[in-house]
């Protein structure tokens, strides 16, 4: 949560200074007519799974990231947004009355290319959805039984891709020289990212992003 904080402090303050700037209406006229535009962005996970067999319970996790953004502009209101970016995945599985947890995580490339249409000027509103593709880096699993404890490599038994569809919205501010931008995003895995060891095993990632960046 102190992530979740420190976001928020970040967007105030930066915010803050942009509406502090009065923009002229030509001044809207050549922020929209940027082309082509790049910039960086931090990530806030709240991270779960859809699981099969069902377990006793499902508990999200909270993890950071960040990555590099390309905003192509195809009109005064359209882009196409494409994204790379260290993203983590995952959830906390109870399988007994809490006396055997799994908490599982895999770490991803992931790669969205997101359709954004909204308003024009120096404060814009937009919408955006799209495919995502993840290749994962990295996996483990973290088994507690009882007093036991035991956290081992689980990329033998998760697939080496997922597969997704984004979809959410945000805002973007003019700050003069670069554009403070604030969304949510819904990330709704579509693969099945694990191998099954049983018959009937299955997990989808579902991922909420708090996403906030600058473009330049």
Do not use: C
């Amino acid at each position: 949560m102190r992530s979740l904080y420190l976001l928020g402090f970040t967007m105030v303050t930066l915010w803050s200074v942009g509406t502090s700037r009065v923009y002229a209406a030509d001044d809207a006229a050549a922020v929209d007519s940027r082309r082509i535009s790049v910039g960086g962005f931090w990530i806030a996970n709240m991270a779960t799974v859809s699981y099969r067999p069902t377990p006793l319970d499902i508990a999200s996790q909270q993890w950071n990231g960040g990555g590099a953004t390309l905003d192509v502009a195809i009109g005064r209101r359209m882009s196409i947004d494409t994204r790379a970016m260290w993203n983590r995945k995952g959830a906390k599985l109870t399988f007994v009355a809490n006396s055997a947890l799994q908490e599982v995580r895999a770490d991803y490339l992931s790669i969205p290319v997101l359709f954004k249409a909204g308003t024009t000027g120096p404060l814009r509103v937009y919408a955006a959805g799209g495919p995502e593709v993840s290749v994962r880096l990295a996996a483990r699993v973290v088994s507690t039984l009882g007093t036991q404890r035991f956290d081992e490599d689980a990329s033998a038994v998760t697939r080496h891709t997922d597969i997704a569809a984004d979809f959410g919205g945000g805002v973007e501010r003019d700050l003069g020289h670069a554009r403070l931008f604030v969304e949510a995003l819904y990330s709704y895995g579509l693969k099945n990212v694990v191998i099954p060891t049983t018959a009937g095993e299955a997990a989808r990632t579902r991922t909420l992003t708090l996403a906030a960046g600058l473009r330049f």
